[in-house]
């Protein structure tokens, strides 16, 4: 019951924490996940991807997924941090699908005969990309729906120029959005500085943007790894100057490194350490005796 829904391993084991217990339970649950034959007909049905694009979610940096994947030779794409857009094909897919269902569940449906009704639809309907349906272009066959028996369908196959069909849509795609969206080629590079735009933050009075760090790494035409190892896309990324000698040494106090293990730019000697001036003495006003005291004896 727990793994209706066809979760992960720490998913079931939290729900099931939550109401029962047994000896073993872990290994036990641990073993039906794996074991399961639902779970496992993404490999199974289609054979093992070349590659995987993922976002960067915890049951996707894991280590029990990366063994996974590993074990069978296929490569993990993770998209830069806070960014979905690197894999909107995904997010377009999941956009659909959620409308799909929650009109089905509307009508009266169940969620499992939900998804697979929308499922179905989408698979026996042409795709605008490509020209197709995704059930012709996988199994060489168009899926046959009761609105199908009004016509006889003739055999088709799928296309010889599908790929570059959708290249050029694609294309078109990205000019029309790079025109909206006003986009820009980013000109950072390798070796310089930049702030990330913090996507959440502890407190209201911190700053927006991290502490300037550098780029060690171009991944593609707009993402980029900084010395902390993290991706980040051009987006969220503000360039900033290096950072001061006099900054570097108050942030490192505590840590042991000193003004040598900075890491300046290329050709650049270190600021130098500039002392703030003192500040100018508050002028004194002068005091004088009021003239219309001139008759009287007073004590100030």
Same mark, same amino acid.
């Given at each position: ?41 993404? =490999?199974?049905?289609? /054979? ?11 049951? %996707?940096?894991?280590?029990? %997924? ?15 941090? @806070? ?5 909107? /094909? ?18 009266? =449906? ?11 639809? @989408? ?10 349906? &995704? ?41 029309? @959005? ?29 700053? %927006? ?11 593609? &035409?707009?993402? =980029?790894?900084?010395?902390?190892g993290s991706r980040w896309h051009a987006s969220r990324l503000r360039e ?17 490194? /000193?003004?040598?293990?900075?890491? =300046? &730019?290329?050709?650049?000697? &270190? ?20 003239? @219309? ?8």
């Open positions: 019951m727990a793994h209706e829904g066809h979760l992960g391993i720490v998913k079931v084991k939290q729900r099931c924490r939550d109401l029962v217990w047994w000896p073993a339970i872990d290994r036990d649950i641990e073993a039906m996940v794996r074991g399961c034959t639902a779970c496992l007909a993404l =490999f199974s049905r289609w /054979g093992t991807p070349t590659t995987i694009t993922t976002d960067n979610g915890p049951q %996707f940096i894991s280590a029990e %997924f990366a063994a996974f994947l590993g074990g069978r030779g296929v490569k993990h794409i993770r998209t830069a941090l @806070y960014h979905p857009e690197a894999n909107g /094909g995904v997010e377009r897919m999941n956009q659909t699908l959620k409308n799909g269902i929650r009109a089905h569940l509307v009508d009266g =449906f169940q969620f499992d005969a939900a998804l697979l009704r929308t499922l179905l639809h @989408y698979r026996s309907t042409r795709h605008s990309t490509t020209g197709s349906s &995704p059930a012709l272009l996988m199994m060489g066959r168009e899926l046959q729906l009761p609105l199908d028996r009004l016509r006889a369908q003739a055999d088709l196959a799928p296309p010889a120029q599908v790929r570059d069909r959708v290249i050029k849509c694609q294309r078109k795609m990205k000019q029309r @959005y790079d025109r909206t969206r006003r986009a820009k080629t980013p000109h950072i590079a390798v070796r310089d500085w930049v702030r990330v735009r913090r996507a959440h933050r502890d407190h209201k009075l911190l700053s %927006f943007c991290s502490q300037p760090m550098r780029v060690t790494e171009q991944l593609g &035409p707009a993402t =980029f790894r900084l010395s902390d900033a100057a290096p950072p001061s000698v006099t900054a570097d040494m108050e942030a490192n106090t505590d840590s042991g490194f /000193g003004v040598d293990d900075l890491d =300046f &730019p290329a050709g650049q000697p &270190p600021a130098p350490i500039e002392h703030p001036a003192e500040p100018a003495a508050r002028p004194s006003r002068a005091r004088a005796r009021p003239g @219309y005291l001139k008759d009287f004896v007073t004590n100030f």
